[in-house]
């Protein structure tokens, strides 16, 4: 299964941006999925991920309250919605596929998508 994350672009402070992460081909079963960010001189930053089915959603601190994390089975797509975006969310978005224990170590996940680029401007 191939990622491929795509809504990105440039936004001012306080715009709201959507992410998709859309999978190519069918997968066999469904599958708890993260975001994360990279921005210029820095480490990839955990934001949020969201079970199998939805049922259980996970947001780092920096992101609480303004990204909500959703997604759609039917259509092998899920959601990153941004509000009150900030200069500091300026950041090269990915999704990928989690496998391993710990959700907010990017370590545990795989089948990243090549990302998009959020610049939001103040």
């Known amino acids: 299964v191939q990622l491929a994350e795509s809504g990105g672009g440039l936004a001012q402070a306080g715009d709201s941006l959507r992410l998709s992460c859309s999978a190519s081909?069918?997968?066999?079963?469904?599958?708890?999925v993260g975001w994360f960010r990279r921005a210029p001189g820095k480490e990839r930053e955990f934001l949020a991920s969201?079970?199998?089915?939805?049922?259980?959603?996970r947001y780092a601190d920096s992101v609480k309250g303004r990204f909500t994390i959703s997604r759609d089975n039917t259509e092998n797509t899920v959601f990153l919605q941004m509000n009150s975006l900030k200069p500091e969310d300026t950041a090269v978005y990915f999704c990928?596929?989690?496998?391993?224990?710990?959700?907010?170590?990017?370590?545990?996940?795989?089948?990243w998508g090549p990302g998009t680029q959020v610049t939001v401007s103040s």
């Open positions: 969201i079970s199998w089915n939805g049922g259980l959603k």
């Open positions: 081909g069918r997968p066999e079963r469904n599958y708890p």
């Open positions: 990928a596929r989690q496998w391993g224990t710990y959700y907010d170590r990017a370590s545990s996940y795989e089948n």
